[in-house]
């Protein structure tokens, strides 16, 4: 499995802070200033969690908080 960070709606400098403060460095962090990968995922706010298949299909999304377990349970299936 690999995880992804997806930011675009602060500025860059808001996004390597966020990095910083929060300690993401287990997982890669993207920036997309365009909003065109949220467009392309359908994507109207933040926080958002998708969970794609090996095609890349979005299979799963959860808004807001969700549970890992439950994450993984379902990530096994794909």
Request: proline share 3%; hydrophobic share 40%.
């Amino acid at each position: 499995m690999t995880v992804v960070g997806l930011g675009a709606q602060d500025t860059y400098g808001e996004a390597i802070e966020f990095v910083e403060n929060y300690g993401t460095r287990s997982f890669r962090m993207l920036y997309d200033e365009s909003f065109e990968s949220w467009s392309a995922l359908g994507i109207r706010g933040q926080p958002i969690s998708i969970l794609f298949d090996t095609d890349g299909k979005g299979r799963f999304i959860w808004y807001g908080p969700f549970d890992e377990d439950e994450v993984l349970e379902l990530a096994a299936t794909l």
